[in-house]
């Protein structure tokens, strides 16, 4: 994402109930300050009570209320490769839960799993578009729709992974 691209604004806008972001800190210096000073705030999704620096480090959920907010959010995120936009209709700490469930997550370790041991536990970047396109790409129709959750839709652009995408409920 190196400019707020009309394609990926258009999305964002066209996505149903209220707007999020999910953004990793990782990428920044600071990133509540970095976003306290484009006039957005941001709850953070991992290792809540820890240290601030870790805390820092970590994804963090931002409400867009409105189109100019995504567009400050994107210029704030310029080149970085982060950013996946999610629609909620039941709001945001309804998305704030699914999201926490969705930090850590099973991979299976066998062509057929039948055992606990056939899964490794890991964490699941879904601040990282790139990471989101790779697992839609393979996922099944039950698989998005658990990614989605109580979501309608989400948008992310993946750059050389094929660009601005948006997955929908049902798709």
Not at 86 to 99: E, F, K, Q, V
Not at 113 to 130: G, I, K, M
Not at 151 to 166: D, E, H, I, K
Request: net charge negative; charged share 20%.
């Amino acid at each position: 994402m190196t400019e707020p691209t009309p394609q990926l604004l258009q999305e964002i806008g066209d996505l149903p109930h209220e707007r999020f972001v999910v953004l990793d800190g990782a990428l920044f210096n600071d990133l509540p300050r970095e976003l306290a000073a484009v006039g957005l705030g941001g709850r953070p999704l991992y290792f809540e009570g820890a240290d601030v620096d870790i805390i820092k480090a970590g994804p963090f959920l931002i409400r867009l209320a409105a189109y100019d907010s995504a567009q400050r959010l994107l210029n704030l995120v310029g080149d970085r490769r982060t950013g996946v936009f999610w629609s909620s209709p039941a709001g945001m700490d309804t998305l704030y839960r699914h999201l926490r469930r969705l930090n850590m997550v099973q991979i299976a370790l066998v062509h057929e799993p039948r055992q606990d041991s056939d899964f490794q536990t890991v964490l699941f970047r879904h601040a990282d578009p790139n990471v989101i396109a790779t697992m839609v790409a393979v996922m099944d129709a039950d698989q998005k729709r658990e990614f989605l959750g109580p979501s309608p839709a989400v948008a992310y652009s993946a750059g050389s992974l094929g660009g601005v995408r948006v997955l929908r409920a049902g798709a």
